[in-house]
RNA sequence: GUGGGUGUAGCUCAGGUGGUAGAGCACUUGGUUGUGGCCCAAGUGGCCGUGGGUUCAAGUCCCAUCACUCACCCCA
């Protein structure tokens, strides 16, 4: 037998009804934010993705799918969408006109770890972009919009938690000021964090060992460092949360694994998924268009985990499954080729009916309505050909009437609806 | 990449110290000559993850391998 590659997984009916209503709400909310969907490809050449994300991060150097295709050329299943939508924003100098635009997308992302509870390889997210706004009253946007998103999913046990990881101008100060700090205190870390001090120092700052944690414990503070630009944008971040109602928590340690961040950073955080906490994160990117040969253009945006968000939020499958309207037990060759005229019939005008083929005996074509949970069930064979009845039972009240099957289909269209 | 746990029927799982595989649910049929859910009965369904080894004999013991799963790591 073959199986599906390791860490790819199949969405089933009966699990799949539930994406499908979680994306028609986050589709309704962006449009109605005024965002426009977006469609990008799976794969890009892997220089998109290595520049843009960054040489020495763990994405790129240990979990992409990259592989040469039949012309040579290295491409690579896409591990994120931003750097594809900044690529196309780009491309089609979609900045010329007005340059605030607003985008959202979903589709699958790659990447090779190794799978647990709420990672896999393919993977499944919903992203959001705005560009062309440097106010930090987008960043607050894109919050707003994940806490509503999340609220009317009704997953419970959720928090916000937003950092500063400041720009250009004042990271290089900070970092220099954690690496010292890390440098004097190396005997105290994992050997992960001693590795990590000098290729991202900003990574010892989220280490879970508990030793590691201690020791950063008076470890300076990027809030502290930031100059006065980013600190007066991060405050405004902070004030528009507040007038808006939005709860969220100051984290320090929250750090972004791709290099193309600035400024703000988020993440929505769970308890209920083990160690994958992340459900959703993202933050501002003011410098990546103009890295990958686009104008100088702020930026900002999130990822959410489509399908940590589908274990997370508090809905039942069940709710979303549509069960069909009527079952048709046909008795007879002849019933049955009326039956199937009448299926067809019925299914375009919105009216799910489903039927048996194989002419079973009444009694299992009975049960079979049960079971798929039918409203009704429409019973034809050669006594109700000959009086020109046809009969109608209601699963749940078990009332028959007859129905005339001269203009069948019409005729039942009232007493089947709901 | 590193650890731990688990792989037996479609599903959930039993199968001390080795002796040729079971239950519940599901499914099919019948009890009810043409009426579902409850009940009763019968029946279908397994290279016991895969490959090697030990043994007269392996679901059971040993080794390897693959998969699932949880954690590290990383992130959404």
């Known amino acids: 037998m073959i199986q599906l590659i390791r860490g790819f997984k199949d969405i089933l009916p009966g699990e799949v009804e539930v994406w499908q209503y979680i994306e028609s709400v986050a589709r309704g909310l962006f449009e109605d934010f005024g965002f426009k969907e977006i469609r990008i490809p799976i794969m890009e050449k892997t220089e998109l993705f290595a520049r843009s994300i960054g040489e020495d991060t763990d994405i790129v150097e240990k979990e992409m799918y990259t592989f040469p295709d039949r012309k040579g050329d290295l491409i690579t299943l896409r591990p994120e969408a931003t750097a594809s939508i900044c690529r196309s924003y780009i491309q089609h100098k979609m900045y010329a006109d007005d340059p605030v635009k607003k985008f959202y997308t979903i589709g699958p992302m790659f990447r090779r770890e190794r799978p647990q509870k709420g990672r896999y390889r393919q993977f499944y997210q919903i992203n959001a972009e705005i560009f062309g706004v440097a106010s930090p009253l987008a960043d607050v946007e ?103 109602g939005v709860p969220f928590v100051v984290n320090k340690r929250l750090v972004r694994g791709l290099d193309y961040y600035t400024r703000t950073t988020f993440e929505i955080q769970t308890r209920s998924l083990g160690a994958q906490s992340a459900v959703a994160g993202g933050g501002r990117y003011d410098g990546l268009v103009k890295m990958l040969g686009g104008p100088d253009m702020p930026a900002t945006g999130f990822a959410i985990g489509f399908d940590r968000l589908a274990e997370v939020a508090g809905l039942d499958n069940q709710d979303f ?68 009845l046809a009969i109608l039972r209601n699963m749940k009240t078990r009332e028959q009437v007859t129905v005339p099957l001269d203009n069948l289909v019409e005729r039942m269209k009232p007493l089947i609806q709901y």
Request: aromatic content about 6%; charged content about 30%; hydrophobic content about 40%.
């Open 321 to 388: 499954i549509r069960k069909p309207d009527l079952y048709i037990a046909a008795l007879d060759e002849e019933s049955g080729a009326m039956a199937f005229e009448w299926l067809c019939a019925l299914g375009t005008q919105g009216i799910q009916a489903t039927m048996d083929f194989e002419g079973r005996s009444l009694k299992s074509q009975m049960k079979r309505a049960g079971r798929n949970e039918a409203r009704f069930t429409l019973i034809v064979g050669e006594d109700e050909r000959k009086k020109g």
């Open 142 to 244: 894109l919050i707003f919009l994940l806490k509503n998103l999340f609220s009317r999913l009704s997953t419970g046990d959720v928090e916000a938690h937003i950092n500063s990881l400041g720009c250009p101008e004042c990271r290089p100060v900070f970092k220099a000021a954690l690496t010292e700090y890390i440098s004097s205190r190396t005997d105290a870390l994992c050997s992960d964090c001693v590795r990590r001090k000098d290729r991202n120092p900003l990574r010892v700052l989220d280490c879970k060992v508990p030793a590691c944690r201690e020791a950063m414990e008076d470890a300076p503070s990027i809030i502290d460092h930031l100059c006065p630009a980013c600190a007066q944008h991060f405050d405004v971040v902070r004030a528009s949360l507040d007038s808006l």
